[in-house]
């Protein structure tokens, strides 16, 4: 469209009448229930948290991550099907995008990266720790590959980088779900990612790879991780705070990209409330398009990052200062940013559990009608439904799931931080001074998150 | 709210990925049977779709309508004999990718028209592209768009009715039946605005007054502050609200007025798709409601809506047959079913082969004028005013009844007629 036309759409849009076609879903249901008396709720349990965390020892924070370990048995073979299933799957999707119906919903391509990456695989790693290193569609090939140079130890601000740039394109690309277009992003982007590990060896996706830093994280908190049983965040706890130490000290880079996880997710949450279309001046009640509000969602997502992290590191000084400066602040600092990470991944869970419920149920009929064989089903009536979100009692179901993701997270994160703070101070008071207006902090994030929660939505 | 059948056309994305392209057409549905038309090869409606995007809701239901209407016009021999096939294509419910869908199907997918748009917004970003391209292109919407001549000669509403005549065909009724002071509630935006300036001067034109226009900012999620505004004199309250915080409006305003209320009207806009057994909406029991095409079955259901709702999968509360949680938004998913059914009416009358033809195609609907209530259209007889490219019909209203919407009008074509305001006809092609 040219420049006269975008002109002239605009002078209509503005002067002719449009028809409203904003429909009730399960954001009608829970503005009518009691949220407030849950946000009170979830608040009250944060804040047992703090109680807890207050009269934590060392020893004590040692003895809550524990772990033990779990022996599992090995299954020969694993270590070849699962990286070649890994890429089947991505090259299947692939060629789906690129020759199958271009449906967006239904198409595998956008199946794969939006509903099997983005909304499950997170919940998968927080849960059973990292799959994603041994199926990620370049682990086949790094089976064959020897490490050229040592990569560890070294900053991932390249992953930092394709993790903001994978999540602007979900948040704000006009189209991201176009069969098509989306594989073949995909393609280049694996296609880049396969001669960097050709080039650099195949620890280069450990830090350059926004999906393996961002998944890898993820399974850091799994009660899982590391092959050990615990409570999740023991593997963190344990790589950051071997013996009341903080030796094992985690690379800025690291950090930040975990406080652009917690910001993303936030700001994933935000950018849908009608408080924030308001005060882009959009209409919540008429929605006018990704394609109209581009650059405000792109600035939007880009305030949300830098706020967050200046607002944090603000906050970590000060905690840093009251407690008389105990090391490096830059240790600090990186050890408290990972304790945002159950935060971060409370968000996720909460955020897009309503999709998931959705699309799941497209990603279930992909999968059984690709293994299935039979052509009987070919004119069987399957149909998608959302009829639970108009049920008030699945509703409120699902409304208590999201608000417990967020608080269980929050009080994680509060006992995580507390922990690191006592391995840095080695002292109980010390360290309760050092995580006060951290303390403030996750309080007032947990009212954001169980606020946006009661929010009514308009995207 | 939305239910997507799975056809055969989506178990192509499967059988691409299996195989490419080549295997399509062998699951395409019914294509063997058309082999004595000139041209076996089938006519490509291009189907606009909202599958994504705040229309996605929408989107899924009027998907749905649709390939029930071509799998009918099929399994009845096709289009002039010809298999009719829907190329689809997600808008995303945005007017820029709206524009860019109608390219496709004119450029690359060398369709024979567009159809199926619904967000009026995305009509108004796609019809000028439509008009450039020469691509006949039917839009779903009830927008006033078309009628009011904002758009061009190929652009044309013949499947449901505009707002500005469903809002002017409830004046009779409200002012003989409910009253004749009525005090309106509406969103602070263009589509509160419609139905303000259309019903205000319909209900005077019935001898009644709007005795106060609350307009209420669109962000807002309670409403007690408002009432009070209503003057003592109203006998009827009229409201339009939507979007998520319409039960909490519907519960407060129950609880305002306890169980001396005036009488209430709405528009089921505000519901569609919404299970009327939702909590706060015990309050609209006895209430009025405009509806497009009757959600619940009436005691006198005709054959026609019989058929229409075996084909698509809807039980007799306006539910998709395999969760009765799963309400269609069947007040307006019928547009897709008749504008196709108008489509072979015309494409059959132009003698249509192909885009050649697309000319003959506007002009012969151009011509009709009648469409009788049938299996082709089961909301109802239909008038087409072939200068304004709108078409006219019969309205609903229903009383709340025990938790289901009864029919208690039915309003004349008449009552929605209004004075022409284009002639698409003396523009050229």
Known sequence: MDVRHRLALVALLLIVPVTAWAHVSEGALVLLMPTGFYTVAGVSAVLVSVVVAAFLTPTGAARLFASRKIYLPRIGGLRFIMPAAGLMVFIAAFLAGVLGEQHPLENLMPLYLWTLLWLILPAVQMIFGDVWSRMNPWAFVALFLKESTDQTGKPCWFALVFFLVIYLFAMVDVAPDAPARLAVFSGLYWLFHLGMMLWKGPGWLARGEGFTVLFALLARLSPMAGGRIGLPGHKLHQDLHPRGQCGNNPMLSVAVFAIAMLAAGSYDGINETFWWLSQIGVNPLAFPGRSQVVAPMLMGFVMAQLTLLIGFSAICFLGWRLASRPGHFQDFFTVMSLALLPIAAGYHVAHYLTAFLVNGQYLKIAVTEMFHFSHAADHAEVYITTGFFNRPSYVRDIYVVQSCAIVIGHMLAILLSHSFALGITNNRITALKSQAPLIVFMIGYTFLGLWLLASPRGV | ?????????????????????????????????????????????????????????????????????????????????????????????????????????????????????????????????????????????????????????????????????????????????????????????????????????????????????????????????????????????????????????????????????????????????????????????????????????????????????????????????????????????????????????????????????????????????????????????????GKTHQVFGHQYISQVEEGRLNVKHTTAIEDGFYEDEVDYTTQSF
Not at chain 2, 199 to 221: D, L, M, N, R, Y
């Open chain 2, 1 to 385: 709210m939305n239910s997507t059948k799975k056809t055969a056309i989506s178990r192509r994305s499967t059988l691409g990925l299996l195989g490419g392209a080549a295997l399509a057409p062998a699951v395409l549905p019914g294509l063997s049977g058309f082999a004595q038309a000139q041209s076996s090869a089938p006519i490509k409606i291009g189907f606009q779709l909202h599958r994504t995007g705040i229309g996605a809701a929408y989107g899924r239901w009027y998907e749905r309508t649709s390939n029930a209407a071509v799998a009918r016009i099929n399994d009845m021999g096709g289009i002039n004999g010809r298999p009719v096939e829907l190329v689809i294509e997600d808008d995303g419910t945005d007017p820029k990718r709206g524009a860019e869908v109608v390219e496709k199907f004119a450029t690359q997918h060398e369709c024979d028209i567009g159809f199926g748009t619904l967000f009026s917004h995305v009509v108004y970003g796609s019809a000028p592209r439509a008009g450039e391209l020469k691509l006949p292109y039917f839009v779903c919407s009830e927008g006033h768009h078309v009628a009011s001549g904002a758009l061009n000669r190929y652009v044309m509403q013949p499947g449901i009715t505009d707002v500005k005549s469903q809002v002017q065909a409830m004046a009779p009724f409200v002012a003989n039946n409910l009253g004749k002071k009525v005090t309106m509630i509406f969103p602070d935006f263009a589509f509160g605005h419609d139905h303000r300036d259309f019903f205000s001067a319909a209900i005077e034109a019935q001898g009644g007054e709007v005795v106060a226009k609350i307009a209420i900012p669109p962000t807002e999620t309670s409403f007690t502050k408002y009432f009070p505004q209503i003057p003592r004199e109203t006998e009827v309250i009229y409201h339009v609200m939507v979007g998520p915080a319409v039960l909490t409006f519907v519960k407060e305003m129950g609880e305002f007025f306890g169980p001396s209320s005036p009488e209430i009207f709405g528009f089921i806009d505000s519901l569609e798709a919404v299970d009327l057994s939702s909590p706060g909406l015990e309050f609209l029991e006895g209430t009025y409601f405009w509806e497009g095409n009757p959600r619940y079955a009436q005691a006198d259901q005709t054959e026609f809506d019989k058929t229409y709702r075996a084909a698509i999968g809807i039980d007799e509360n306006g539910a998709s047959v395999s969760d009765s949680a799963d309400v269609s938004t069947y007040a307006h998913m019928f547009s897709c079913w008749e504008t196709l059914n108008v489509i072979k009416r015309g494409m059959e009358a132009a003698g249509y082969q192909g885009p050649a033809d697309r000319v003959k195609l506007i002009e012969a609907i151009e011509d009709m004028t009648d469409m009788a209530h049938s299996d082709d259209h089961p909301q109802g007889a239909k008038v087409f005013n």
